[in-house]
């Protein structure tokens, strides 16, 4: 698996009248979390007219591994009906991905500094390589690419209500060819503009990450309502953006009037 991209544990219980919450292992390099009941089902079956009844639940888990690495996720502790089962120990290898130059993302804002409450014009552009599948006379378009962008798994800091609103409008950042250190990308902009209420930087704008799953290469759909290519081999990546910095100032002491409290 990914760093940063979790896999399933899961516990199926049979016949069950109570049941617990795992109890789960801390393991230097994981997460572990419970993530509750996956599935749920019954069957009702009735031979030489007895019937029966079974019932299965399947509880979840899952693992995130933080950095590279190998590790063993130890016995998982389950208590059903008053007995304590445990899970066997699990392999995992966790590789981290290597982003290369195929996904950047730069944030902008003015050239100087800006007084508190003074109107900010923030711009994000996230540039995404420009994907030639080897073997193939396609172009794949910028639609196709932004569909690589995990938006639910990026943090968009400021720049969320903009896509909300998009999203709202059924719109999308629509992307433009540009050049780069000599390789193609797609540039999709972003914008937001604000009123910097404290002192410093802006909220959260340190924190902007945006996850891409770039493909290695394409593939036949096996899917029975499509005949044509899709992407494989999608590496997972979570870019941070490239900050220019902004700073945010107080408002001038010269010039105010006795009654300003601003």
Do not use: C
Request: avoid cysteine; hydrophobic fraction near 35%.
């Amino acid at each position: 698996t990914w760093v940063d991209t979790p896999i399933q544990i899961v516990f199926t219980v049979e016949n069950a009248t109570d049941f617990g919450d795992p109890v789960l292992p801390e393991v230097d390099g994981l997460k572990l979390r419970y993530e509750g009941a996956l599935n749920r089902s019954s069957r009702i079956t009735i031979i030489n007219g007895k019937r029966q009844e079974s019932r299965t639940v399947e509880l979840a888990i899952s693992v995130t591994p933080t950095r590279a690495g190998t590790f063993i996720v130890p016995n998982i502790q389950l208590e059903v009906d008053g007995r304590t089962y445990n899970s066997s120990d699990v392999r995992l290898t966790a590789i981290a991905p290597s982003n290369e130059g195929k996904v950047l993302v730069d944030v902008s804002g003015p050239e100087d500094s800006v007084y508190v409450g003074e109107p900010v014009k923030l711009n994000l552009q996230i540039w995404i390589e420009q994907f030639d599948p080897e073997g193939y006379e396609i172009e794949v378009p910028e639609s196709t690419m932004w569909q690589l962008v995990k938006i639910d798994d990026s943090d968009w800091g400021p720049f969320k209500k903009s896509l909300e609103y998009m999203a709202a409008n059924r719109q999308r950042p629509s992307g433009r060819s540009a050049v780069r250190d000599g390789r193609e990308y797609f540039v999709y902009e972003i914008e937001r503009e604000l009123r910097p209420t404290g002192l410093g930087s802006i909220e959260g704008l340190s924190d902007v990450t945006v996850a891409v799953r770039y493909p290695t290469g394409v593939e036949r759909s096996r899917s029975i309502f499509s005949s044509g290519l899709q992407f494989s081999g999608l590496v997972p990546l979570r870019v941070h953006a490239d900050l220019e910095n902004i700073g945010i100032k107080p408002l001038p002491e010269e010039g105010r009037p006795d009654f300003f409290r601003g």
